[in-house]
């Protein structure tokens, strides 16, 4: 519809609603000057029923007016929804940026990160980690600079499916890592490297980054740094390991990850998933359920991303023992969070596993 048309459209419906009070008001104005007629002797209403008429219209059509802008205060009170926080963090960004209040935007959106990652806001991550990526170059804050790069738009570039994106971000935010000594990134850039290849199917290249994260990681000095590291390469590789269908190498590594996590609940949660997975291609559906109710439960007010893939595992388990309505549940369930953090590709993967089902 046009803007003209539009604009027709809530002209009419002004008038039409203006008329509804209108003529209410002046039926009720009628009444009453007539009851009042009959029991007062009302002579300014006899001697001049054409003036006693204008009065009774004007006094209609003011409160009629008064009426109709208050109904339309009110709706537009109504209609006016709040915007998304995800979408107020991303404004409030842009003003500082726009204000060239460079290190507070470094400072607010590097915050920020972890907790649009966790929410599954990605496009909103990519946009103020390009902003920051900016204003820390401005700065001259090379690690928020690179941590930008490698995770806040290169990962999340990989994420909504734009690998090519991902890559060309992530290889910059390397190369100024180890320029830098930075190597706690240089070892994400590379685990992150391999994630990208492993999806592609190009085992060779998935190993030689997860080979170059390694050697990364052994440089990183700081102890906490370097232990959270050697765990996500510790899962990394039981992914790889999962898809090459080295079952108990992959649960080996998955345990030592488990080990190192335990105190992270933020990160611990991404290996459930995994252990179920293993445990329903070995055929033990038990723990398999076990594990993916531990991660469903777990990740519920954290991870969106890992509800969906614990949802999938239960809905894998629950078909196996021909439990189609809560296989349907689980299925629709998953689909639905990953339309809500805008992962299409395994929105519609689930989609069509639900089409195939017959109940």
Partial sequence: MSENKTNKHSYLSALIQLGKFAWGIFIGISILVTVATMVTDFKMTKEHPVLTGLAVLAVTIFISLILLVIKMINEGVEQKSPLPLSTELVNIINTLYEKEKYLDVVRLGS???????????????????????????KESRIEEQVSSLIDDIGWTYNIIGQPDKAVENITSGIDKALTN????????????????????GHQAECLSHLQKAKEHSEKILDLTSKNEMEASLFLAEAKYLFELGKLNEAEALAEKAIAVFKNDPDRIVKIHSLLGNIYLKQNKLQKAKDEFNKGYNATKSTREDEVAKNLKGLADIALLERDIKSGLKYLNEAKEIYLSIHKNKEATDLDNIIRSIRI
Avoid: P
Wanted: proline share 0%; no cysteine.
């Fill in 111 to 137: 915050a920020l990160s972890r907790y649009l990652w966790l929410k599954g806001k990605y496009h909103e991550r990519i946009e103020i980690g390009e902003r920051v990526e900016d204003a820390a170059g």
């Fill in 181 to 200: 000594e930075l190597f706690y990134y240089a070892a994400k850039g590379e685990r992150h490297l391999s994630g990208i290849e492993k999806h592609k």
